[in-house]
Structure formats: C-alpha cells, structure tokens
C-alpha cells in the first residue's frame, strides 16, 4: 500500500504561537549542542526574538496534523550583514532571507527542514522575488546538507555579531 504524504501547512506565526515556536528553538539549541556545534549557544535567538519576528511579520511556522512542527523567520528586506561578504554573492537582485530554521525533536531529521524550504521557495515566487539568501554555522552538519541537497549555492562568509557565517544563495526560476 503506498505511503500517504504528509500535509503540511506555511503560516505566519501569531503572538499566541511563541511559547510552542521557543519550545521548538530550545529542542533545536540543544540538538546543535549535541551536535558539538557552537550556533545559537549564546542566548540568541530567545523569546524576544521570535516576538520580535512575528510583530514584523517575518515569523513563520509549519504545521502538520494541526501542530506547530517548525519555525524560520523570513525577511523581505535588506540584510545588514549580506552588504558585505567575504566572496560574491550570484546576484545583486532583490532577495529573500532565511534566518532561524528550526523544527521540533520529533519531527526531526524526517525532512521538514527541506519542506520549510520547499514552501519559502514558494513564497519568494509569489512575491516575484527569485533570489534566496541564507547563512549557517560552519559546523550546523545538518543545515549543510540540506542547503547543498536542495541546490543552495556558497559564496562566501558573512559576519553576525562578530562571528563568520557561510552564506548561500539559491537563484529561482
């Protein structure tokens, strides 16, 4: 008998939506610590940033069966810290950014992250917006592959608070 796919539904996030969004960060702090990696063990992001998120619309969530299994706030706006990358980006054109990709234990690893990514791509082309712009950890393993699977391409190291980040853009057709 074939598999039934999962559905999945994007949203903004809501006010009413944090405490389940930072339980979700919290699971995703401590699988990168686990993971041996140094992101996100500096008390960011925490609560104020994810409300920060949501009353700027940036924050969204993905849900399945009704539950909120993962987080990552979009911006459709200038990125500070892309004007200046250590490398080339494959655009100047307007773009989409990525920032706080994180989904719950147990929907981890099960390929959510991919479908987050799935439905930003989605999103960006309604919005007549073809360029994606993310950055990582250069010891985040899992946000790595993900990135490289999905057609994401490096171009060089962008600096948050005061930290090297690889950053990726992935051009849309």
Not at 9 to 22: G, S, V
Request: proline share 3%; with cysteine.
């Amino acid at each position: 008998m074939p598999k039934l796919k999962e559905q999945f539904y994007f949203r903004k996030a809501l006010l009413a939506d944090i405490e389940t969004i930072w339980k979700i960060l919290q699971q995703a702090i401590e699988r990168r610590k686990e993971d041996g990696s140094k992101q996100w063990q500096d008390g960011y992001p925490n609560p104020e940033t994810i409300e920060n998120d949501i009353n700027n619309n940036f924050g969204f969530v993905l849900e399945s069966k009704n539950e909120i299994i993962a987080y990552a706030a979009l911006i459709f706006d200038l990125e500070p810290a892309y004007e200046i990358i250590e490398g080339k980006w494959l655009s100047d054109k307007e773009y989409l950014v990525v920032h706080r990709v994180a989904v719950s234990t147990e929907s981890a690893r099960k390929g959510v992250a991919t479908q987050i990514f799935k439905e930003i791509e989605k999103i960006a082309i309604s919005k007549n917006i073809f360029s994606i712009k993310v950055d990582t950890n250069f010891d985040n393993i899992p946000m790595l592959k993900i990135l490289n699977k999905l057609g994401y391409q490096y171009c060089g190291e962008v600096y948050f608070r005061g930290a090297a980040r690889k950053a990726f853009e992935k051009l849309l057709n």
